[in-house]
């Protein structure tokens, strides 16, 4: 079963407490659910992460680049302006595909720089959690 590593930067396991009018009411706890119940589905074997810490996001890449493993990757505030996730991005051996839960292209300006899109496979926005959905499929079929 293909292993695929689903990676979530600072603040997203405060979800459903945090700003629910821009993240929605689903926690983290609901956010893994989704995520391996959709990988279930999918024949995926998803392993979910969350961290506050860059360098050990950082680490998580670097693990998912020497194991060739793809990736769901929602960077969260890393997103507009991290150079060194942007670097461990790079490295990637197989494809990493970009969420937000929110759009970041219609809230406040810094927002709208991603640092990470230009080396991701693609990205994925705006859609709440179902964001991770749409992207777990998306590995699915780029096996
Ligand atoms: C986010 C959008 C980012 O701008 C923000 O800093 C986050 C969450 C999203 O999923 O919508 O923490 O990545």
Known sequence: MTRVLVLNGPNLGRLGAREPEVYGSATY??????????GSALGLDVDVRQTDDESELIGWLHEAADDRLPVVLNPAAFTHYSYA???AVAQRTAPLVEVHISNPAAREEFRHTSVISAVATGSIAGFGTQSYVLALRSLATAR
């Open 85 to 87: 996730l942007r670097d």
């Open 29 to 38: 706890e609901d956010l893994v659910s989704l995520c391996t119940n959709e």
